[in-house]
């Protein structure tokens, strides 16, 4: 935990604000991908409103990296 917190703080501290708020979703998804496809997804739908093409986009993208994690890319 203690790592995750230095990397975010690190990232926010060293990068400009727009840079920085850029990069969190990166490092969150680099450290575990499952879980961050999950947040992401479940944000999309949570609205009133939910596009159709959002979640589908997401699915999509989340499919094609178990995929490659799978045939071992």
């Known amino acids: 935990m203690s790592n ?8 926010c501290q060293e990068m400009s604000r727009d ?3 850029g990069m969190l979703p990166v490092v969150e998804c680099l ?3 499952p879980a961050f496809c999950a ?8 609205g009133a ?3 159709d093409h959002t ?3 997401i699915l999509e ?6 995929l490659l994690d799978q045939i071992g890319v």
């Not at 995750?4 to 990232?11: D, G, H, Q």
């Not at 947040?39 to 949570?46: H, P, R, Y």
């Not at 993208?61 to 178990?66: R, Y």
Request: glycine fraction near 2%.
């Open 55 to 57: 979640p589908i986009r």
């Open 31 to 33: 450290k575990n991908t």
């Open 49 to 51: 409103e939910t596009k």
């Open 4 to 11: 995750r917190w230095s990397s975010e703080k690190s990232i």
């Open 19 to 21: 840079l920085g708020q």
């Open 61 to 66: 993208s989340c499919s094609k990296i178990d």
């Open 39 to 46: 947040e992401v997804l479940n944000k999309a739908m949570s």
